[in-house]
């Protein structure tokens, strides 16, 4: 329940800007300048109890305390380990970045290929810190997540060996910036461990909130050699990776001096003019800061001397640093992908807009609600859905049929997929599918489209699912409206995810379907417990002097009993009551019987009769009233009797209703809040209770006295209320079973509690703004109803 509400406090506070790079996410609520302050006037070190110096910082499986690697490691501050410790020495560059022994060479080469770009450097790595001014032992850097920018707190205690660094480390020994960046990334993942393999493309965007292309060489196009030409005069972020050591071709990779299995960034990329003739060369570094490539146009290479020495002494300034050249013809055959990740669309692909437009969303896959898996199964449909309503075509752009077309990138973006796979031990594979909504489907309608519409119609786009963090692909779409499924290889499958779609026009129209409250317009049978008998004498209650009478109250909603020795029910008055006097507090001496009626109050002039509850039984032909004398029925009775109704149906199978729900039923029909069911009460509520069997029958199609979570949303549907995902997905999540199957007695107390709520907002929206206010009193009342 907390997490809800801070889920909720959350996305308000996204609304109001926070999270740009300038107005970051606290991560794990830690405020880098407040910490800071606090141990300045403390005159004590910073140590950071979210990341401790301990085996669970390290990891779990490579990294664990029996592991050979965690073995013999010691933390220890940068001041322990040099006399002089800098944060930076001349500027951060790519020389800074050597690879330790992690296992994590994807990252290093992309922070390696961050150290050239000037606009994004300097929000990941924050200016002004410094172990010597203002040093308290604590520093931060900020890292783009799933749609917003997140600061990582971090204590300068680092993992060491025989007294020198671990894991990242720079050539200057006295250097420290990239030793705590990569802590502040191991603390974002949860653990060094998290950060071991993986694809560059991952870390880039983490430094930057781009988009990003990947390219397999086997699959080469035509113009890759064009495409990384254009984007790093985009001033795009690129990396590549070499092929594996399984691979044929290894052997010679390796006697060619190429570490295969291996991340390296793209520096650069040129054409030479070479014996008469242009050869295209590419610039790669080896994270390690070593361990070159050996073949042609290397850096001691024959073919250098073929080369006009100006060109030469420009493209060979520096030997054995892990940068070197080689043909793009060996680069093909030796690297297995190419990793690009474009900070600016409008100069990565050529547009005459100066900015693309990106719209959002997040979301997540639970299961037995949003977790439908791909599109050949038969819960497809129940899957996120998004659309999208493309207005205006990019300009001077047409497709093969000659139809303007606009041109849109979707992403999608697993989240916190390191951390799982690292506890759970397996993926989830993503993928997406795009379709035209026809014009006869009714787009301003807030459902989510079921299998009916997906049997229909056939996907104009698609993303088949990998085991990658990101997916993403560029369309050629006519305008139009179009929906948007991200989804999973398997149904009930949970992960949370981030949807962006890039278009160079803006968005006419976005939003998830079916993301919030949608109240059907079908009556609910809500109760209405009306007074027995005529009343055409009225009186107003100021104009009656009567003998005696128990201690009562009259107030706007009707006349409670005060008086403990009288067994009279508390009972409200349903419709208008002009002539009642506005009195908080009336005693007399004594009164008759008195009814209350919808016109007011009929008084008639004989002994007080008490009321009585005949005992009730269920027939086939509805309800049968057995006059004998019975008090009202409590949570108890009320139990008991449905639960022997329930017992002698065939047709639902159930093992009868808890005390829970029976709690949820009395809230709900109790209209005169005496805490029991009088036998007008009973009536409505039976009444109501067999259109929710009548529902759960249809739902339970197999009679084993259940129906699958998948189904909640059909069965809520015909109940009355159309939800949104995340609030099917609380649903869900409260009523299911292990085995996300709903049971009899939980859909009811799911629907009874579901009346109960929107009962109580309506009553307290007035004005029907769909919002209301409430005291901390008030909410605790109404929460605990």
């Not at 993403?472 to 991200?486: A, Q, R």
């Not at 008055?573 to 004594?590: F, K, M, S």
């Not at 065939?650 to 109790?670: A, H, P, Q, V, Y």
Request: charged share 25%.
């Amino acid at each position: 329940m907390s997490g809800i509400a801070a889920k909720i406090s959350n996305d308000k506070a996204k609304s109001q800007g926070l999270g740009t790079p300038d107005n970051p996410v606290k991560y794990l609520k830690q405020d880098y300048e407040k910490l800071k302050a606090k141990f300045l006037k403390l005159n004590k070190l910073f140590e950071d109890n979210t990341f401790s110096r301990n085996n669970k910082s390290l990891g779990i499986n490579k990294l664990s305390p029996d592991s050979e690697k965690a073995k013999d490691i010691v933390w220890k501050r940068a001041k322990n380990l040099h006399n002089d410790p800098q944060f930076i020495v001349n500027g951060a560059t790519h020389e800074d970045i050597i690879q330790g022994k992690l296992g994590n060479c994807w990252f290093v080469a992309s922070i390696a290929t961050l150290t050239e770009n000037q606009d994004f450097l300097p929000i990941v790595v924050p200016g002004n810190q410094s172990f010597q001014k203002d040093y308290a032992g604590i520093f931060h850097f900020k890292f783009w997540q799933y749609g917003e920018w997140v600061d990582v707190v971090v204590d300068d205690f680092l993992p060491t060996k025989s007294g020198k660094l671990y894991f990242m480390k720079s050539l200057s020994r006295n250097e420290f910036w990239g030793a705590l960046l990569e802590k502040a990334y191991a603390k974002l993942h949860g653990s060094y461990e998290a950060l071991i393999s993986g694809y560059a493309a991952e870390s880039m965007q983490d430094f930057t909130g781009g988009t990003v292309e990947s390219y397999y060489i086997s699959d080469v196009p035509e113009n890759l050699q064009k495409i990384i030409q254009k984007r790093q005069e985009a001033n795009a972020l690129l990396t590549c990776a070499s092929i594996q050591s399984s691979d044929a071709r290894s052997q010679a990779s390796e006697e060619s001096g190429v570490v295969t299995g291996h991340a390296y960034t793209i520096c650069g990329i040129e054409k030479v003019l070479f014996q008469g003739g242009e050869e295209n060369i590419i610039k790669l570094r080896n994270p390690w800061g070593k361990r070159e490539w050996t073949g042609a146009w290397s850096d001691n290479a024959p073919e250098w001397k073929k080369v006009d020495p100006k060109t030469r002494r420009k493209l060979t300034e520096r030997k054995d640093d892990g940068e070197f050249w080689m043909s793009f013809t060996d680069f093909i055959k030796h690297y297995r992908r190419v990793d690009i990740c474009n900070i600016n669309l409008s100069n990565a692909i050529k547009t005459k807009d100066k900015d693309w437009h990106e719209t959002q969303f997040s979301g997540k896959w639970r299961k037995g609600v949003t977790a439908g898996g791909d599109k050949d199964g038969q819960t497809f449909c129940t899957n996120p859905q998004f659309w999208a309503t493309l207005d205006t075509p990019d300009h001077n752009h047409r497709g093969s049929s000659n139809e303007p077309y606009c041109r849109v990138i979707i992403s999608l973006i697993q989240k916190e997929r390191r951390q799982k796979r690292l506890i759970m031990k397996e993926t989830v594979n993503i993928g997406f599918c795009v379709y035209k909504i026809p014009k006869e489907v009714d787009k301003s309608s807030n459902d989510q489209l079921d299998e009916t519409f997906f049997k229909k119609h056939e996907p104009v786009g698609v993303k088949k699912c990998t085991d990658y963090r990101e997916v993403s692909k560029i369309f050629k779409l006519p305008v139009g409206t179009y929906l948007i499924i991200p989804h999973t290889s398997k149904a009930n499958q949970e992960a949370e995810f981030c949807l962006r779609v890039f278009t160079e026009k803006r968005i006419g129209a976005f939003g998830g379907i079916g993301a919030g409250i949608n109240p059907s317009k079908k009556k609910t049978s809500l109760p209405d417990v009306k007074c027995q008998g005529e009343a055409p004498n009225l009186v107003d209650i100021d104009q009656v002097t009567l003998p005696r009478i128990p201690e009562v109250t009259i107030c706007p909603g009707g006349i409670r009993v005060i008086d403990k020795e009288t067994s009279l029910p508390d009972v409200k008055c349903q419709g208008e009551a002009p002539n009642l006097v506005d009195i908080d507090q009336v005693t007399l001496p004594r009164i008759p019987e008195v009814t209350i009626c919808p016109g007011g109050i009929r008084v008639i002039d004989k002994e007080v009769t008490l009321p009585r509850i005949p005992e009730v039984t269920i027939c086939p032909g509805g309800i049968r009233v057995i006059d004998k004398e019975k008090n009202e029925l409590d949570v108890h009775n009320l139990k008991a009797v449905l639960n022997e109704i329930l017992s002698k149906r065939c047709d639902i199978k159930s093992e009868g209703l808890s005390l829970t729900t029976c709690r949820e039923i009395i809230n709900l029909f109790d209209m005169d809040r005496t805490g029991t069911l009088s036998v007008e009460e009973f009536k409505v509520l039976w009444k109501t209770l067999e259109e929710h069997m009548e529902i759960f029958k249809a739902m339970d199609a197999d009679c084993s006295g259940s129906m699958d979570a998948f189904e909640m949303r059909r069965a809520l549907g015909k109940a009355g209320f159309r939800l949104g995902n995340n609030i099917l997905e609380v649903i869900v999540q409260k009523y299911a079973s292990s085995d996300l199957t709903i049971q009899f007695d939980d859909f009811i107390a799911c629907v009874m509690r579901l009346q109960t709520l929107f009962k109580m907002f309506n009553l307290l929206d007035t004005n029907q703004s769909g919002f209301i206010t409430l005291s901390l009193a008030e909410w605790l009342c109404v929460a605990l109803a």
